[in-house]
């Protein structure tokens, strides 16, 4: 329906005013808490690397990159990750071990569609969106920055 | 000992961020990744993202916008480097760990686990 | 001239059918709540030994089938109808336990309110004089359901506290010619109503409203008041649901209030995490099927109204931006 009546918008603010919120605040702590964590852990093995040689520039944050997105795979796979997320929320979700999870979910969950169709073809449904909107934005960018240098 | 205060510290106020938006708005969790990644390519390409990941380390690099951010970073030296072919080369060239760990390891695990209905 | 029809939308049976065996299946969740004493069979694991939640789903609405017709002692030949339904695309569960079971299947769609319009349109052919025995089912599952509506099982993704759990669970119920109680007295079809809400993670909100429209229209059809009523039980509004339609009844006059309970609510117990309740076509189902007939028999209630409810969308159109349309359809069924 495209046009909202009167008796509409009168019955959406009742819903709103009975229905239970989230616990904001709890929320907001629990993501604060778990997301830090997460890039604390981050951190920690971005130092590893650093300290075992690699360049802090470029090879150094590859690879815990890298690291993070198995973490973040293998917990997914033993059916860990979606009970951080249920307490976490975007504590787990923002995170690059979210961005993992997103993409091992789904990949996990359409096995039984085969493995073209269902694992290959399901795998970015929710990580495809950030490939496209992010290759696409700094695309644009280094666009701009070109036109700019000349 | 700063650099993991400062990680915890950036970090964790981008996710709570995050909730923020997912919990005050009818924004979903997809929305708020997509609106993370696009935020730190602009961030990145006004120059102003980095001054963040100096300060916070992982605590910038970790979250998605730290993603976007990564993929301006290559373009903007492939584009130095080679000139407007890095337009189209440089993201992918420098987020290559992260997609393809991304790509393979999900592949492996989805092969050796199955959903678990809780 | 419809000498059966009351008013606008309710028909009153002349020989009112009689429901003569009931069965369900429920899953591991279900098994651990209130309610687990009524059930017929409860599965220790999602998959029922099947390769997929839809199999699984599948195999539990044939299984329900199976076991209300051999309780109501009818041989399976005397089945002249099979009218079911379920949540996944096609209605795919009904139609492939029906390959199976190769009763002449009539296909119903009506969300998670099947469960009462399989019992309205069975009722309507039985005293029709179209057949003597039909049995009636609908299924869903949590696993088939939010793949289908929501997102994969391991997504770390949050909650509100709005949503409901798709009940894993199948009913089916056997309606006869037969001279014996519980009976069907009346049926109530809903009209769709849609009041604008579109948040898919909030279904009571959008349910209610067709519960209060078809409530309030079979006490006037059928000149019935709630005190006729020994118990008023809605399909799955869940907590969040039921608190807006006691709301909007007392606006109108009618309060329900002593004897108003939501089969959403009372299939989990509140310590488990479910958020609002339950909701999908088993559980109307597996609540009337397995708790409230049971208990018209031992006595306990001797005059139930069951209005189902079911929000008639898919993820598609939510995506497009529309508004939900739900819909609501009332049975009563009573001890004679």
Same mark, same amino acid.
């Given at each position: &329906?495209?046009?909202?009546?009167?008796?509409?918008?009168?019955?959406? +603010?009742?819903?709103?005013?009975?229905?239970?919120?989230?616990?904001?605040?709890?929320?907001?702590?629990?993501?604060?808490?778990?997301?830090?964590?997460?890039?604390?852990?981050? +951190?920690?093995?971005?130092?590893?690397?650093?300290?075992?040689?690699?360049?802090?520039?470029?090879?150094?944050?590859?690879?815990?990159?890298?690291?993070?997105?198995?973490?973040?795979?293998?917990?997914?796979?033993?059916?860990?990750?979606? +009970?951080?997320?249920?307490?976490?929320?975007?504590?787990?979700?923002?995170?690059?071990?979210?961005?993992?999870?997103?993409?091992?979910?789904?990949? &996990?969950?359409?096995?039984?569609?085969? !493995?073209?169709?269902?694992?290959?073809?399901? &795998?970015?449904?929710?990580?495809?969106?950030?490939?496209? !909107?992010?290759?696409?934005?700094?695309?644009?960018?280094?666009?701009? !920055? !070109?036109?700019?240098?000349? | 000992?700063?650099?993991?205060?400062?990680?915890?510290?950036?970090?964790?106020?981008?996710?709570?961020?995050?909730?923020?938006?997912?919990?005050?708005?009818?924004?979903?969790?997809?929305?708020?990744?997509?609106?993370?990644?696009?935020?730190?390519?602009?961030?990145?390409?006004?120059?102003?993202?980095?001054?963040?990941?100096?300060?916070?380390?992982?605590?910038?690099?970790?979250?998605?916008?730290?993603?976007?951010?990564?993929?301006?970073?290559?373009?903007?030296?492939?584009?130095?480097?080679?000139?407007?072919?890095?337009?189209?080369?440089?993201?992918?060239?420098?987020?290559?760990?992260?997609?393809?760990?991304?790509?393979?390891?999900?592949?492996?695990?989805?092969?050796?686990?199955?959903?678990?209905p809780k | 001239m419809a000498i059966k029809k009351l008013g606008a939308q309710t028909v009153k049976?002349?020989?009112?059918?009689?429901?003569?065996?009931?069965?369900?299946?429920?899953?591991?969740?279900?098994?651990?709540?209130?309610? /687990?004493?009524?059930?017929?069979?409860?599965?220790?694991?999602?998959?029922?030994?099947?390769?997929?939640?839809?199999?699984?789903?599948? %195999?539990?609405? %044939?299984?329900?089938?199976?076991?209300?017709?051999?309780?109501?002692?009818?041989?399976?030949?005397?089945?002249?109808?099979?009218?079911?339904?379920?949540?996944?695309?096609?209605?795919?569960?009904?139609?492939?336990?029906?390959?199976?079971?190769?009763?002449?299947?009539?296909?119903?769609?009506?969300?998670?309110?099947?469960?009462?319009?399989?019992?309205?349109?069975?009722?309507?052919?039985?005293?029709?004089?179209?057949?003597?025995?039909?049995?009636?089912?609908?299924?869903?599952?949590?696993?088939?359901?939010? /793949?289908?509506?929501?997102?994969?099982?391991?997504l770390g993704n949050q909650r509100p506290p709005t949503a409901q759990r798709t009940v894993t669970?199948?009913?089916?119920?056997?309606?006869?010619?037969?001279?014996?109680?519980? /009976?069907?007295?009346?049926?109530?079809?809903?009209?769709?109503?849609?009041?604008?809400?579109?948040?898919?993670?909030?279904?009571?909100?959008?349910?209610?409203?067709?519960?209060?429209?078809?409530?309030?229209?079979?006490?006037?059809?059928?000149?019935?008041?709630?005190?006729?009523?020994?118990?008023?039980?809605?399909?799955?509004?869940?907590?969040?649901?039921?608190?807006?339609?006691? %709301?909007?009844?007392?606006? /109108?006059?009618?309060?329900?209030?002593?004897?108003?309970?939501?089969?959403?609510?009372?299939?989990?117990?509140?310590?488990?995490?479910?958020?609002?309740?339950?909701?999908?076509?088993?559980?109307?189902?597996?609540?009337?099927?397995?708790?409230?007939?049971?208990?018209?028999? %031992?006595?306990?209630?001797?005059?139930?109204?069951?209005?189902?409810?079911?929000?008639?969308?898919?993820?598609t159109v939510v995506q497009q931006g529309e508004t939900i349309p739900c819909i609501a359809h009332?049975?009563?069924?009573?001890?004679?």
């Amino acid at each position: &329906m495209s046009k909202i009546t009167q008796g509409q918008k009168e019955y959406l +603010q009742l819903v709103n005013s009975l229905k239970p919120k989230p616990p904001y605040l709890k929320n907001i702590i629990m993501a604060f808490l778990v997301g830090g964590l997460i890039c604390l852990l981050g +951190q920690f093995i971005l130092n590893f690397y650093v300290s075992i040689g690699l360049d802090i520039e470029k090879e150094a944050p590859s690879a815990t990159s890298a690291t993070l997105v198995f973490l973040g795979s293998f917990l997914t796979g033993l059916g860990v990750y979606d +009970q951080i997320g249920k307490r976490a929320g975007a504590g787990s979700i923002v995170p690059i071990t979210g961005f993992a999870n997103s993409i091992v979910a789904p990949a &996990m969950e359409f096995k039984s569609e085969g !493995y073209v169709f269902g694992v290959a073809a399901k &795998m970015f449904v929710v990580a495809g969106p950030v490939l496209v !909107y992010g290759i696409t934005t700094s695309a644009l960018i280094g666009l701009i !920055y !070109y036109f700019l240098k000349l | 000992m700063l650099d993991y205060v400062m990680a915890f510290l950036v970090g964790g106020l981008i996710c709570a961020l995050g909730q923020i938006l997912m919990d005050f708005t009818p924004l979903n969790p997809a929305h708020v990744l997509v609106i993370f990644v696009t935020l730190g390519a602009i961030l990145s390409g006004l120059g102003l993202y980095q001054p963040l990941v100096d300060l916070a380390g992982a605590g910038a690099t970790v979250p998605l916008p730290g993603f976007g951010h990564t993929l301006v970073k290559g373009v903007i030296e492939e584009v130095n480097k080679s000139g407007a072919l890095g337009i189209l080369t440089g993201g992918l060239k420098s987020a290559a760990a992260g997609i393809t760990a991304a790509i393979v390891f999900g592949y492996i695990m989805s092969l050796i686990f199955n959903p678990k209905p809780k | 001239m419809a000498i059966k029809k009351l008013g606008a939308q309710t028909v009153k049976f002349q020989n009112p059918p009689s429901i003569i065996g009931t069965a369900t299946v429920v899953g591991p969740v279900e098994g651990k709540g209130p309610l /687990r004493e009524y059930f017929d069979l409860i599965l220790s694991d999602f998959k029922f030994q099947e390769k997929s939640w839809e199999k699984a789903e599948k %195999k539990m609405l %044939k299984e329900a089938v199976e076991m209300a017709i051999k309780k109501s002692g009818i041989p399976s030949d005397k089945i002249d109808y099979f009218i079911a339904g379920d949540l996944l695309n096609q209605i795919i569960s009904a139609s492939f336990a029906a390959r199976e079971l190769g009763f002449p299947f009539l296909g119903i769609f009506g969300a998670c309110s099947t469960v009462a319009e399989g019992l309205g349109i069975g009722a309507m052919i039985i005293d029709g004089g179209y057949a003597d025995h039909i049995v009636v089912g609908t299924s869903s599952h949590f696993c088939s359901a939010e /793949r289908q509506f929501r997102f994969p099982l391991e997504l770390g993704n949050q909650r509100p506290p709005t949503a409901q759990r798709t009940v894993t669970g199948a009913g089916a119920a056997v309606l006869s010619n037969k001279n014996q109680n519980p /009976r069907i007295t009346y049926v109530t079809t809903g009209k769709v109503i849609d009041m604008g809400a579109a948040d898919p993670n909030d279904m009571g909100s959008a349910m209610a409203p067709a519960a209060v429209d078809t409530i309030v229209t079979h006490l006037e059809d059928s000149k019935l008041t709630p005190e006729d009523y020994d118990l008023i039980v809605t399909g799955d509004l869940a907590s969040v649901g039921k608190d807006i339609a006691q %709301k909007l009844l007392l606006q /109108r006059g009618i309060d329900i209030s002593n004897k108003y309970t939501d089969c959403g609510l009372m299939i989990y117990s509140p310590e488990q995490d479910v958020h609002a309740g339950g909701s999908g076509c088993a559980c109307a189902a597996v609540v009337t099927f397995g708790y409230i007939l049971n208990e018209m028999q %031992k006595g306990k209630y001797n005059r139930v109204l069951l209005v189902a409810t079911g929000a008639l969308m898919n993820s598609t159109v939510v995506q497009q931006g529309e508004t939900i349309p739900c819909i609501a359809h009332a049975i009563t069924i009573e001890n004679l």
